[in-house]
């Protein structure tokens, strides 16, 4: 099954190529991003996104930016690579794996054995590095979210966590693409997402080109599709997972998570293990990014709320633990009473 690359590096490793996820569904355009500020605006108008792909992309640009400059003396050095990432972490809050990745780069920029070539060299490596284990993380939790799916199963999801916000076949989404490849004829409802659509514009467009039987739903109409007894499980991402196992996924992951309750559904979250927190005990620890109002006052350019109306715009919101059936991680399937130490 031919997935779409979110993220890679472009010709000769001298930009960050991600597809803009700005203009889909409409085109698949590729954009080259070879400066920090070009990186940072990708990041935070969403061109770029979803947890694992954030901290991909950042760490190829803190790898591009560290690397192009001359040998200097170690306390100059530092400065930079701290400026650089202190950018690049400035652009989201939400999703520790972006923190993850670029704490990563910084202890390599940190070695004191690595200059000039090396450097570069050794950055180059462990940004790939970054991209290749997410891709053999979203594998795994594939397969160990397989087990956990009936034959023909209808899956409800919301958001986009496939193979558009990781390094591989996705995290949610992998389990539904490795049940159409054993032959399986899975059905997924896929969220709108209000209110920046990721979910019909992202989700749906790479289900469609997998060839997977996607019907989009607006975010509203969840409930009485399981009303009507056509889910047999909600499984959605997170952008980070407190100790206690409370999750932070895109906003309207908890509406879902308690219609799932309701109905008796198992809800299971999928995420690699870069997107464990156990430094925040729980998920009133995380903050919440907040976002834009004319994301809903202008949706996509036209007036969908008065001009100067008040607007509440949390990216995402809290799941807590006590909704979740399951987590299921490239370590395996997590249930409840959660606890993640780190390890
Ligand atoms: O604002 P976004 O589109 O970056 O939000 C993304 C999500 O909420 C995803 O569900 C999450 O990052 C998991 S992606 C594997």
Redesign the pocket.
Known sequence: MAMPEAVRWGPGRRSVRIIDQRALPGALAELDLRTVDEACAAIRT?AV??????GIAAAMAFALAMGEHAPAPAETRAARARAIAGALRDT?PT?VNLGWALDRMLAVAADPRLAGDALRDALAREATAILDEDRAMCRRIGEHALTLFPVDARVAT????GAL??GGI???LAAVYLAAERGDRVRVFVDETRP?L?GSRLTAWELQQAGVDAVVIADSAAASVMRRGDVDLCI????RIAANGDVA??VGTYALAVAARHHGIPFYVA?PSS?FDPATPTGAGIVIEQRAADEIRRGFGSLTAPPAIPVYNP??DVTPADLITAIVSDRGVHRPPFEFTAS
């Open positions: 969403l996104r979803g947890a694992p792909a954030i989201r999703a919301h958001c986009n966590a916000a990781t996705g995290t949610a920046l990721q959605v991402g997170a952008d996924n895109k995420a997107s990216a995402f």
